[in-house]
């Protein structure tokens, strides 16, 4: 791994890890802030509502920044704005915290994704950019569950504090290992808005949004699936989850392969079908401890294998607007966050059981597919 990526990789640490901790530590800043759990987890949509707002507003303000000014700035508010999580005197303050701990997020992917790709070897920038996803799978793996453990048998604002401290190593890092690259010479403001009234600009998105659905209705209920339907004891979701977080490293890694080898198009095409097989299986057979612990594997890896293609091809579709584009991938994803968690609770509510969201999840994925079709036709593409 060339040096240059290492800091991109720990801001996708910094950010997996404060995206994901908060589900596991919702009762604990429940009960120290006198709020209800659902109530903390609203902390959980602030948090996607400021990736939405933050990833096409940042990269819009710095739009004349060079590359790795742009990403000292949101490096440093990855880490700032973490740490007055650390501080917050109520619930109230936290719930704004975390709102603007999410304006960086999808500004930093999106310029990172672009600078990746311009420091990879020819041939290799999809498997670059999966480089800086690899942070966002290793928080899974290892960040996640120590932040959570600590922030269960400490206390959660120690958690922050370790995110803080991650963010300010990712600034440091950034300062003295990333090369100051040119600014690309880009569209104007309003030509690169303009790409959003393409179609194949929305297709992407919708991609996404769908696509990613399938994987949010799994992962939203795991922990009722894995209680209430393979009968694990609660001690043991945290090392099942690890083993989630172990697939999302091996698929990311193969994502960037596949995207390089074939094309990024085909390699989110064939992963949308692979997705819609693997969800089935989990509602088959997760009453069998043995194939529920290899499909948790299986279904991570395959939902962020589709990490770096779908990443790759709105770069490549957007030219002369490719940051805010690759932004707004972010910005989607965690629309497909709210989506696969509210439509796959609707089978729950009607008291279908805990497997049933996954058979939301097949349909999200068969339809990222149909759209991964469409799109393909309108490029004329031929699949063989």
């Known amino acids: ?42 902390l959980i949509a602030t948090y996607a509502l400021g990736v939405v707002i933050g990833a096409p507003a940042l990269v819009i303000l710095g739009r004349n920044f060079a590359p790795k000014k742009m990403l000292l700035w949101l490096a440093f508010a990855l880490a700032l704005l973490n740490g007055l999580s650390i501080i917050a005197p109520n619930y109230e303050f936290l719930l704004l915290t975390r709102l603007l701990s999410g304006l960086p997020h999808g500004a930093f992917f999106g310029v990172g994704a672009v600078v990746a790709s311009r420091l990879a070897d020819k041939g290799k920038e999809a498997q670059a950019v999966s480089i800086m996803f690899a942070g966002l799978t290793l928080a899974n793996v290892i960040g996640v569950p120590i932040g ?26 950034m300062y003295f290992l990333m090369p100051n690259l040119e600014k690309q010479q880009s569209e104007g403001i309003r030509t690169q808005i303009k790409f959003f009234g393409k179609i194949e600009a929305w297709l992407i998105i919708l991609i996404t949004a769908v696509g990613f659905g399938g994987l949010f209705c799994w992962i939203s209920y795991i922990a009722p699936l894995l209680t209430k339907v393979s009968l694990f004891s609660e001690d043991s979701v945290p090392y099942i989850m690890m083993l989630a977080g172990l697939g999302m490293l091996v698929g990311n890694v193969i994502g960037g392969k596949l995207a390089d080898k074939f094309s990024p198009a085909k390699a989110v ?33 395959t939902a962020f294998a589709m990490a770096a293609p779908i990443q790759m091809l709105m770069i490549q579709t957007a030219k002369g607007a490719e940051m805010l584009a690759s932004a707004a991938i972010q910005a989607s994803f965690n629309i497909g966050n709210a989506l696969g968690a509210f439509l796959g609770g609707l089978p729950i509510v009607f008291g279908y059981g805990f497997a049933s969201p996954n058979l939301v999840g097949v349909v999200m994925s ?19």
């Open 1 to 42: 791994m060339k040096k240059e990526l290492v800091p991109l990789m720990l801001g996708g640490l910094t950010i997996g890890i404060t995206e994901f901790v908060l589900m596991g530590l919702l009762p604990d800043i429940a009960r120290d802030l006198e709020v209800s759990i659902p109530e903390a987890g609203h």
């Open 148 to 173: 959570t453990y600590i922030g269960h048998h400490l206390n959660w604002r120690y958690t922050f504090a370790i995110i803080a401290v991650i963010g300010f190593l990712t600034l440091l890092s």
């Open 269 to 301: 095409l064939t992963l949308q079908i692979v997705m819609a097989a693997v969800l089935v299986s989990v509602f088959l057979f997760s009453e069998n401890q043995y194939a529920t612990l290899v499909l948790v594997f299986l279904t991570g890896c």
């Open 366 to 384: 068969l339809l990222g597919a149909v759209v991964v079709l469409v799109f393909l036709a309108r490029r004329n593409v031929r699949l063989v």
